[in-house]
């Protein structure tokens, strides 16, 4: 090999790109110094050329056989190739199972604090076929793995398992100091709110129920009903005790207008009164509207409700609570 084709040969390898990875032939008029990556199966003047770099160069083809590593850059594909294992291959496809970096920042610097840094409106993590898992790992019990949001740099909610392994939910108004809002117990699965639980639901506090607020043995709620009107009022169970509250406004209840009664709405209803204010009355039977004394409540059955009865010159709301 002269010196001069050994600097044409040198010029052609370094910064290696070529048009294309993808030709089994040559192409018809190939410009001067143009260079491909022969493809598999080659045929013609690439016969047996499979994998070379391929060069037209003084009006001849030249073939320059890789290396192990070569990096080359193929133009119609827009993409780095890497010669690894006697064949070309993406060099993502290549290195993705030993690349490896102290420090990522995707459009940010990364910090020895945060070293791995995304600065998006969006990120996402696909599944690769079904399922796909998000892990946050911690070492032991008493450290922390855990989701934290913030404002300007500066913590609002936590949600995670916090200094324990017990599913905590917490909030801040200043980054600084924390409530547990809650925590969900990771043996029993019992819920807390402002506490660790004890039971399969604890309140640190009291609950207000703007609307309806139903369990079991205990279900309230509240229903307006027009003078000379009467609302059904279904039952959480065919028997057991009910409270009926007259509020006219959120001060005060009228006790005048207010009591408890014992019920039965099965197949044979039946009500009693325990106790009550001066116009409050039950009725063994339905109620419609004006059935009932006025000025007065009256409350009725029937099977499967109660029926409250309003007689007392003007729409008013009464709060109902069952126990039992």
């Known amino acids: 090999m002269t010196h001069n084709e050994a600097l044409l040969q040198l010029d052609a390898v370094v910064?290696?790109?070529?048009a294309s990875a993808a030709l089994t032939e040559p192409p018809p008029t190939p410009a001067d110094g143009e260079r491909h990556i022969v493809a598999a199966g080659a045929t013609g003047d690439f016969t047996g050329k499979d994998g070379q770099i391929a060069l037209w160069q003084d009006g001849i083809w030249r073939f320059l056989l890789p290396r192990e590593g070569w990096l080359?850059?193929?133009?119609?594909?827009?993409?780095?190739?890497?010669?690894?294992g006697g064949g070309w291959e993406p060099l993502s496809a290549a290195t993705e199972e030993v690349v490896s970096t102290s420090r990522l920042g995707i459009n940010a610097a990364a910090d020895p604090g945060n070293r791995l840094i995304v600065c998006s409106d969006t990120v996402l993590f696909n599944h690769e076929g079904n399922d796909h898992r998000l892990k946050i790992n911690k070492q032991a019990p008493g450290d922390t793995a855990s989701l934290l949001l913030q404002t300007n740099h500066s913590g609002r909610a936590e949600?995670?398992?916090?200094?324990?392994?017990?599913?905590?939910?917490?909030v801040s108004a200043n980054g600084a100091d924390w409530t547990s809002a809650?925590?969900?117990?990771?043996?029993?699965?019992?819920?807390?709110?402002?506490?660790?639980?004890?039971?399969?639901?604890?309140?640190?506090?009291?609950?207000?129920?703007?609307?309806?607020?139903?369990?079991?043995s205990f279900y309230s709620g509240d229903v307006l009903i027009p003078d000379n009107s009467a609302a059904t009022i279904p039952t959480p169970s065919t028997s057991g005790?009910?409270?009926?509250?007259?509020?006219?406004?959120?001060?005060?209840?009228?006790?005048?207008?207010?009591g408890m009664a014992l019920f039965d709405t099965g197949l044979t209803p039946e009500i009693t009164r325990i106790f009550g204010g001066a116009t409050f009355y039950t009725m063994?039977?339905?109620?419609?509207g004006t059935t009932g004394t006025a000025p007065g409540v009256t409350l009725g059955r029937i099977e499967g409700a109660l029926k409250l009865e309003n007689r007392h010159g003007g729409a008013m709301t009464f709060r109902y609570t069952f126990i039992g």
Request: contains cysteine; hydrophobic residues 40%.
């Open 284 to 288: 063994n039977a339905d109620v419609t």
């Open 15 to 18: 910064q290696l790109s070529v």
């Open 72 to 84: 080359c850059w193929v133009a119609d594909s827009g993409r780095f190739f890497v010669r690894s």
């Open 182 to 216: 809650l925590q969900i117990d990771r043996g029993t699965g019992h819920v807390g709110l402002g506490t660790a639980p004890t039971e399969a639901l604890e309140v640190a506090g009291s609950i207000l129920a703007t609307n309806n607020m139903r369990a079991r």
């Open 241 to 258: 005790i009910v409270i009926i509250t007259n509020q006219p406004d959120s001060a005060y209840p009228q006790s005048a207008r207010s």
């Open 159 to 170: 949600i995670g398992l916090t200094g324990n392994d017990a599913l905590t939910i917490k």
